[in-house]
């Protein structure tokens, strides 16, 4: 595994045990706002991915990634994934089955953004499997 590069101005937190169930691998996280709008800085290491999961809302809900360290990937249920960088944005609809995480070589950060929602709540799903993950650079 590759040495954890500069992973930018934010701290990484602890190791994200919490949402260990959901994830492929190690991932870390520090709650950077609690108040108003959630955001939540997440770290990947080298081949860390989330479970395929979805954010219900009634009302509003979903979630902005915004790219801050590393390379990694989104990819939307169905369709192909989306290679990311630092800088990168994605806006995720509620109710969009999708995962995000590291590329297989790469530690990945990106802030996660919980845009506020009626009645909002994560569905988490399957596991990101080897078939889709290991044609992944
Ligand atoms: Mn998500």
């Known amino acids: 595994m590759k040495e954890r590069p ?6 990484m937190g602890e190791e994200n045990t919490a949402y ?4 492929t ?3 870390y996280l520090a709650m950077l706002s609690t108040e108003q709008v959630v955001i939540g800085n997440v770290t990947f290491a080298p081949g860390c991915r989330n479970h395929w999961h979805i954010h219900h809302a009634k009302e509003g809900g979903g979630q ?3 790219v801050t360290a590393g390379r990694g990937y989104y990819q939307e249920w169905g369709k192909a994934p989306r290679e990311l960088f630092p ?3 994605v806006n995720i609809p509620a109710g969009v089955k999708h995962w995000h995480g590291a590329a297989p070589d790469s530690w990945f950060s990106h ?3 919980e845009v ?4 909002g709540k994560n569905e988490w799903c399957e596991e990101v499997s080897d078939e889709i993950y290991s044609k992944l650079k």
């Open 6 to 11: 500069d992973l930018g101005v934010f701290p």
């Open 20 to 23: 260990a169930p959901y994830f």
């Open 25 to 27: 691998g190690k991932s």
């Open 64 to 66: 902005i990634l915004l």
């Open 87 to 89: 800088g990168d944005v």
């Open 111 to 113: 802030l996660a953004i």
């Open 116 to 119: 506020p929602a009626a009645e």
